[in-house]
């Protein structure tokens, strides 16, 4: 069990309260998580004893290469990657989506198709449907109205012509977790590039990616109690062969190759304690392991919360919630609701009248909120459990809602 008042510690920012002296809650985990004294530390120090670029002969600049080792070994451990080498540093997940989908343009053809979803973050859809300019044909995998994705549908689809299946492994909106290991089962009989954004499951679940056998996998570290960082992963031998944008003057090969420029150093050491801050929470004999624990940990308690919130508000008489419910543990702590006669941004300005964070509208997954028929309406009420909440902060925010 985790000791939540004890992992509060970690985080300064959770001290903020309002002028009626009550404590802030954050309930915008989905948006960026809140980051612990030793990720902010591990940031600062960089400045403070390690500021360089990298490659150099004199002591800062080994420094930078060390920290910059040592992120992309932690983060492929994160990964259950094969080696430090199949990650790729970037700025956010959205801008290593578009150097990928640059390559890609390069290499598919006019005719090829590709498979988006209707459930995912216009990330995940948006560069790959710009690939329709030449000449590409776009599928989308229809949403159902409970909140997951038609897998019928996808078998539909998907064909010898498909090039690029993009699939979210949770939403951000909806907290559905999508089955992307029943989808990896059937690209196996694929050519198709398998490509995940794990940005919203990385918080809440542990990825291994060699068990799912993805192509690619794109993460953002502020989603983890880290820095706003992105990355890649990419299955050994792929990136090596994809024209990505660069310079001639920079390292040809993978990781580096879809690289561009000087990287946050800086935020990467803070990336990489990240990744140390979640192990923490789990115990074992090696990184990995112990991560698997935390997680399990983490899990729990997440999922306590959330399903205790998601009743509660299924009790009020005002609200009610959107998505799936939190029968299997498959399910993100991340509950979409909406009010009856109020408009969610009317609903988060109230919260905050309580102290407490929570997000309005489509949260960039436009194209599921319109599916599920609320664009219309300013989209849903978004609240998401991190590691750092707790049984009285739900209490304190269903007592907020019932007066709304
Ligand atoms: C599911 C999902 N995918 C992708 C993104 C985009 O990530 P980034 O801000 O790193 O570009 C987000 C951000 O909210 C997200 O929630």
Not at 134 to 140: C, F, H, S
Not at 151 to 158: A, G, L, P, T, V
Not at 181 to 199: E, P, Q, R, T, Y
Request: charged share 25%; glycine share 6%.
């Amino acid at each position: 069990m985790l000791n939540i008042n004890k992992i509060r510690n970690h985080f300064p920012s959770l001290e903020i309260k309002n002028s009626r002296g009550e404590k802030i809650i954050y309930l915008d985990g989905p948006g960026g998580t809140q980051v612990p004294n030793s990720v902010i530390n591990a940031i600062s120090n960089y400045y403070k004893t390690s500021n360089s670029n990298t490659h150099g002969s004199f002591i800062t600049s080994n420094r930078t290469d060390k920290i910059m080792d040592e992120t992309r070994e932690n983060l492929s451990i994160f990964l259950g990657a094969q080696n430090k080498n199949s990650i790729s540093i970037g700025h956010n997940m959205t801008t290593l989506s578009f150097s990928l989908v640059r390559a890609f343009s390069k290499i598919f053809k006019k005719n090829d198709e590709i498979i988006v979803t209707q459930l995912d973050h216009e990330a995940n859809r948006g560069p790959w449907m710009s690939l329709k300019n030449y000449g590409i044909k776009i599928n989308e995998i229809k949403l159902l109205k409970s909140g997951k994705l038609d897998y019928k549908d996808f078998e539909s689809k998907i064909n010898d012509k498909t090039r690029l299946v993009a699939l979210g492994m949770s939403s951000n909106a909806l907290g559905t977790v999508n089955d992307f290991k029943k989808i990896g089962n059937i690209l196996k009989n694929h050519k198709s590039f398998f490509l995940l954004d794990a940005v919203h499951y990385a918080p809440h679940f542990l990825i291994d990616v060699k068990d799912i056998n993805c192509d690619f996998l794109l993460c953002s570290s502020y989603k983890f109690y880290g820095p706003h960082l992105g990355f890649l992963y990419a299955k050994p031998g792929i990136l090596d062969n994809l024209n990505t944008d660069r310079l001639i003057v920079q390292d040809q090969i993978s990781p580096y190759r879809i690289e561009t420029g000087t990287l946050n150093h800086a935020a990467c050491a803070g990336a990489s304690e990240a990744v140390k801050f979640i192990a923490n929470f789990g115990k074992g004999e090696n990184f990995r392991i112990k991560l698997k624990n935390a997680y399990k940990n983490i899990g729990k308690h997440e999922h306590s919360l959330a399903s205790m919130l998601f009743n509660e508000i299924n009790g009020l008489n005002n609200f009610k919630t959107v998505g799936l419910n939190f029968d299997s543990k498959q399910r993100a702590p991340t509950i979409s609701i909406i009010h009856k006669k109020k408009d969610p941004k009317y609903v988060c300005n109230k919260l905050s009248e309580f102290n407490i964070c929570a997000w309005d509208g489509h949260f960039y997954a436009k194209r599921a909120i319109e599916c599920m028929g609320l664009e219309k309406k300013g989209g849903v009420t978004r609240l998401g459990i991190s590691i750092y909440n707790t049984k009285d902060e739900i209490e304190r925010t269903i007592k907020a809602l019932s007066s709304i």
